[in-house]
């Protein structure tokens, strides 16, 4: 069966960080990726790395500010968020795709975690 799962999210002070984190089980998926919601609005793309982790993808709204990298033999991917913003809050998804390259099409994407709140404050 497979699993994703994801950790890290939490209240936060504007300026701050989070790292959230999400674990795998079940398969070896090639590219991963992180997606958003917040209150009222539609999911969103946030970012996505393929297998090797050579290739990334950030949204334009995050990049300089977040990081995407992961660690196949824990077969975990991380998102490292510095300097975040009210306008982050959000339930922050992990997702997993067959694709070789990262994709910010979340039609693409095989299996979805349940997510985890990021909330910040200002």
């Known amino acids: 069966q497979v699993q994703l799962v994801e950790s890290g999210g939490g209240l936060v002070q504007a300026g701050g960080s989070l790292r959230l984190s999400c674990a795998a089980s079940?398969?070896?998926?090639?590219?991963m990726g992180w997606f958003r919601q917040a209150p009222g609005k539609e999911r969103e793309f946030v970012a996505a790395i393929s297998w090797s982790g050579s290739r990334t993808k950030l949204s334009t709204s995050v990049a300089g500010r977040f990081t995407i990298s992961r660690d196949n033999a824990k077969n975990t991917v991380y998102l490292q968020m510095n300097s975040l913003k009210p306008e982050d809050t959000a339930v922050y998804y992990c997702a997993a795709d067959r694709s070789v390259l990262p994709s910010t099409d979340q039609n693409t994407y095989d299996y979805w975690g349940q997510g985890t709140q990021v909330t910040v404050s200002s």
């Open positions: 079940g398969r070896t998926f090639s590219s």
